[in-house]
Nanobody, 127 residues
């Protein structure tokens, strides 16, 4: 059974850092791409960063470029989102989601229909 579990969220001050993890089971990163999405209070869900480990491609939405880094550990079947220089506008529930194959990661982040979603982890950036 395909499953992903997010962890690593929490409360952090502006300028701080967090590392989110997305641990997968029931599939391997060799055949699936992973995306990080977030939903802020009162806003629609948006794609933050996506990765296709099989082809080595990544995508970042403009607001996080230079601050966030997505990476994968195929041996652990886990994808990470390192978030630095956090801002209050980064606050939200962060979800990881899985899509089979080697999709265009930009299209994936901009609204592809994902195969499975995790339950999310809350990130709060506040002083």
């Amino acid at each position: 059974q395909l499953q992903v579990v997010e962890s690593g969220g929490g409360l952090v001050q502006p300028g701080g850092s967090l590392r989110l993890s997305c641990a997968g089971s029931g599939f391997t990163l060799d055949y699936y791409a992973i995306g990080w999405f977030r939903q802020a209070p009162g806003k629609e869900r948006e794609g933050v960063s996506c990765i296709s480990s099989s082809v080595g491609s990544t995508y970042y939405t403009d607001s996080v470029k230079g601050r966030f880094t997505i990476s994968s550990d195929v041996a652990k079947n886990t994808v990470y989102l390192q978030m630095n220089s956090l801002k209050p506008e980064d606050t939200g529930v962060y979800y990881c989601a899985v899509l089979r194959g080697s999709p265009n990661v930009e299209a994936m982040c901009l609204g592809a229909t994902m195969d499975y979603w995790g339950k999310g982890t809350l990130v709060t950036v506040s002083s």
